[in-house]
């Protein structure tokens, strides 16, 4: 079971930071890995950042290296995203997603809206 909920969106100036929150409250998921995706008006649904929950490296995508970091809490099944040195292009709705053990689907959450301001 998932269900996703994200929190953390708002306005910022380019240069600064946000931070992101996705709970899953679905009581009998597992977890295979847990990411964040982004959509601009009019672009489509790209990835920005992911995170295996038995362990190893996250993935990111190559633009957003070193700006973002991506990171969990297994005991609230948790995942968080740190936006530093927010650009404009930067703005978009930010999506939570989750693949669950022995799934090739995942579950998203409702979105919540980064906008960066020049």
């Known amino acids: 079971q998932v269900q996703l909920v994200e929190s953390g969106g708002g306005l910022v100036k380019e240069g600064g930071s946000l931070r992101l929150s996705c709970v899953n409250s679905?009581?009998?998921?597992?977890?295979?890995?847990m990411g964040w995706f982004r959509q601009a008006p009019g672009k489509e649904r790209e990835f920005v950042a992911a995170l295996r929950w038995s362990g190893g490296g996250a993935e990111y995508a190559e633009s957003l290296k070193g700006r973002f970091t991506i990171s969990r809490d297994v005991r609230t099944n948790a995942v968080y995203l740190q936006m530093n040195n927010l650009e404009s292009e930067d703005t978009a709705v930010y999506y939570c997603a989750l693949q669950p053990q022995g799934s090739s689907g995942s579950g998203w959450g409702q979105g919540t809206q980064v906008t960066v301001s020049s």
């Open positions: 679905g009581r009998f998921s597992r977890i295979a890995a």
